[in-house]
T-cell receptor, first 113, second 116 residues
């Protein structure tokens, strides 16, 4: 019940295309769903986050779609750029303990010029 | 610049040896965390601390120990009891726990620990 499952494991997208990464969770007590971006040799950085009271959140080219009934959420990167090439992690937490995150396995995104 | 500093960047451990990873933050954050990252896996929580002189076990605390004697410092010791210590270790902080507006984690650049 504590797991967050992320797919795909790796993704190759052409420049200008849409990158889509999916996550699914089991624990209905989760109430905070962030996405983190990590470049090689660096720590992750928060990209965007959502709570279950909204179905979509957009920040620039990044959008989270949230489906509470299906217990799924996804990250969409519009107009993908080579600089977006990184590993992306979805995560979840509960009870207002946002730092105690359960992470997905990660998706390695490569955007080809 | 405000941030989290982890040292060393690379660390090698011999059989039966304890090693300590350093984590310092100047963000004035109350909460600090240690995560372990293995290739192809997500990050897993080792220990966390909400306040000075208090810390709690995370999901994979066995073989690790921590201390929180100062607000800005949260060192992690990988003991000889940790049989598979090779991993990338990440320290993080957040302003507070238990507050919806203060959940963002700020990560350091990590320490890669390998076994000789």
């Amino acid at each position: 019940q504590q797991q967050v499952k992320q797919s795909p494991q790796s993704l190759i997208v052409q420049k200008g295309g849409i990158s889509i990464i999916n996550c699914a969770y089991e624990n209905t007590a989760f109430d905070y769903f962030p996405w983190y971006q990590q470049f090689p040799g660096k720590g992750p950085a928060l990209l965007i986050a959502i709570r279950p009271d909204v179905s979509e959140k957009k920040e620039g080219r990044f959008t989270i779609s949230f489906n509470k009934s299906a217990k799924q959420f996804s990250l969409h990167i519009m107009d993908s750029q080579p600089g977006d090439s990184a590993t992306y992690f979805c995560a979840a937490s509960k009870d207002n303990q946002g730092g105690k995150l359960i992470f997905g396995q990660g998706t390695e995104l490569s955007v080809k010029p | 610049d405000g941030g989290i500093t982890q040292s060393p960047k690379y660390l090698f451990r011999k059989e039966g040896q304890n090693v300590t990873l350093s984590c310092e933050q100047n963000l004035n954050h109350d909460a600090m965390y240690w995560y372990r990252q293995d290739p192809g896996q997500g990050l897993r929580l080792i220990y966390y601390s909400q306040i000075v002189n208090d810390f709690q076990k995370g999901d994979i605390a066995e073989g690790y120990s921590v201390s929180r004697e100062k607000k800005e410092s949260f060192p992690l010791t990988v003991t000889s009891a940790q049989k598979n210590p090779t991993a990338f270790y990440l320290c993080a902080s957040s302003a507070r726990m238990g507050e919806r507006s203060n959940e963002k984690l700020f990560f350091g650049s990590g320490t890669q620990l390998s076994v000789l």
